[in-house]
Each structure stands twice: as structure tokens, then as C-alpha cells.
T-cell receptor, first 113, second 112 residues
Framework: DAGVIQSPRHEVTEMGQEVTLRCKPISGHNSLFWYRQTMMRGLELLIYFNNNVPIDDSGMPEDRFSAKMPNASFSTLKIQPSEPRDSAVYFC???????????FGPGTRLTVL | QKEVEQNSGPLSVPEGAIASLNCTYSDRGSQSFFWYRQYSGKSPELIMSIYSNGDKEDGRFTAQLNKASQYVSLLIRDSQPSDSATYLCAVNLSGNTGKLIFGQGTTLQVKP
């Protein structure tokens, strides 16, 4: 069975540009999580969805960040406009239900110049 | 006080030895605890979950949980160079909300 799929794997963009990261959770999983990892702050939860509904977005750093989950098999994390301090690795994870084990995708390495 | 604390290391052990990784957490109501392994440049990989006090063994890995002391540990027996990675402790906050709080990770180096 395929794991969590993320795209793109690498993204290099210039400050001010819009960035869209994509995630396909494991089939049958009903919870989806977006994380950001940096050396300074470690792994931080940005937002999570349960049954396609956003449950907790308290980790979203600013209004420049938004996330959607239009259906059970797809989610996006958008940054508009992007800034150099947004450079990080962004992970998507999914779980069978929100209290269960989470499985991570390969991540998207974002560099904002 | 950080919600989940780990010694950043590096923890260096010789091949074949037991590696002991420790984690403390602040939320006394936490119910679910996880250990992830992360190789450099890769994503976190789940290796153990534990929900009840005591020990849970899976192959060379043993997770230990003591809720009274708010302490969870991971033991790796017969350590191999391939175990060299960063180990992340994650705690699910009270109410099993799904919100995992991760420690900063402990870097393990297993020397041949």
C-alpha cells in the first residue's frame, strides 16, 4: 500500500511568490496533519484535519499560511506571499484516527530566496 | 519548561551495546507516546508506540513508560551502525486530540 505522498519534493522560489504544497494521505486514514521542521524550532504542527474538517490551526504562523482539504484524498498548504523565513521542510502525515499513530510523507524542502 | 524534553546528544555507543534514549513530558494527562527515527534528510519513521505503564518490546527495541514520573524511554539492544539517526519522542496531549508534541530529538551515533 502506498504511503503518504507529497509534492513537490523540492521547491525553490523567490520572496513574494505563492507556494502550494500538496499531500495525498494513506487511503482509509481520516486524519491529516501538516508539520514544519527547522533546525531552530524542530518539528512543529501547523494544522490538522479530521474527516476533512480543520480541527486545530493554532500552529499556523501567520495569515500568509492557509490549508485546505477538499476531499479525503487530497490536501494543500499554501503560503502567499512567501518569505525567506518560511524556508523549511514541510511534512504531511496521516493517521487512522486522530489519536493513533501518524505516518509521515517524504516532505517538501522549501527554499525561499 | 518545554512540553517534551529530550537530551539532544549526541549519544555515542559502541556497536553491540544498549542505547538508552530518554524523554520527559509536562502534560500529566497525556495518554499516547511515540518514538520516531529520523535519518538525515529523511522523514520521521514510526518505530514504537506505547500507551500503558511498563515495557513494550518489539525486536531490538523496548519502550518504557512511567506516567507517574512523566517519563518515557527507548532502549535499543545490540545497537548497529544503521541505528545511527535522530530519535524523536512524541506525546499526544490530554484528550487524545491528535496534536502530537515532539521533542527536539536525540542524535544517536553507533560506532563500529
Amino acid at each position: 500500500d502506498a504511503g503518504v505522498i507529497q509534492s513537490p519534493r523540492h521547491e525553490v522560489t523567490e520572496m513574494g511568490q505563492e507556494v502550494t504544497l500538496r499531500c495525498k494521505p494513506i487511503s482509509g486514514h481520516n486524519s491529516l496533519f501538516w508539520y514544519r521542521q527547522t533546525m531552530m524550532r524542530g518539528l512543529e504542527l501547523l494544522i490538522y484535519f479530521n474527516n476533512n474538517v480543520p480541527i486545530d490551526d493554532s500552529g499556523m504562523p501567520e495569515d500568509r499560511f492557509s490549508a485546505k482539504m477538499p476531499n479525503a484524498s487530497f490536501s494543500t498548504l499554501k503560503i502567499q506571499p512567501s518569505e525567506p523565513r518560511d524556508s523549511a521542510v514541510y511534512f504531511c502525515a496521516s493517521s487512522l484516527n486522530r489519536a493513533n499513530e501518524q505516518f509521515f510523507g517524504p516532505g517538501t524542502r522549501l527554499t525561499v530566496l | 519548561q518545554k512540553e517534551v524534553e529530550q537530551n539532544s546528544g549526541p549519544l555515542s555507543v559502541p556497536e553491540g551495546a544498549i542505547a538508552s534514549l530518554n524523554c520527559t513530558y509536562s502534560d500529566r494527562g497525556s495518554q499516547s507516546f511515540f518514538w520516531y527515527r529520523q535519518y538525515s534528510g529523511k522523514s520521521p519513521e514510526l518505530i514504537m508506540s506505547i500507551y500503558s505503564n511498563g515495557d513494550k518490546e518489539d525486536g531490538r527495541f523496548t519502550a518504557q513508560l512511567n506516567k507517574a514520573s512523566q517519563y518515557v524511554s527507548l532502549l535499543i539492544r545490540d545497537s548497529q551502525p544503521s541505528d545511527s539517526a535522530t530519535y524523536l519522542c512524541a506525546v499526544n496531549l490530554s484528550g487524545n486530540t491528535g496534536k502530537l508534541i515532539f521533542g527536539q530529538g536525540t542524535t544517536l551515533q553507533v560506532k563500529p
